[in-house]
């Protein structure tokens, strides 16, 4: 599955909204303020995110899918990219300089 912005903000809108009815039904307003702006800062971070993965080749784009969204191993990989275990390892490498200098 690739995950894009619309369909994590649906997954966070569903969980939301689930809480929202159970503290509406309890008249927990002060509740409900702290669920809308801690789901604000979720958004902000999903849009966040999305910017910097944008800024990937599209060559780390598709080892962040299949080693993290897919879960695949670094063999499993690099047999999918037709790449070495040396070369996977570089472009993890780069992914990470890049987070950190997000």
């Not at 999903?46 to 060559?59: N, P, Q, V």
């Amino acid at each position: 599955m690739i995950f894009s912005p619309s369909s994590l903000f649906i997954g966070v809108q569903k969980v939301c909204k689930r809480e929202f009815f159970f503290l509406k039904e309890f008249s927990q307003e002060d509740e409900i303020a702290v669920l809308l702006s801690e789901y604000l800062e979720v958004a902000r971070e999903i849009d966040r995110f999305f910017a910097w993965y944008a800024t990937l080749s599209k060559e780390e784009q598709e080892f962040l899918r299949f080693r993290f969204w897919e879960g695949m191993t670094i063999k499993e990989v690099c047999a999918k990219m037709a790449i070495s275990p040396a070369k996977a390892y570089k472009i993890q490498k780069e992914i990470l300089k890049k987070w950190e200098v997000k």
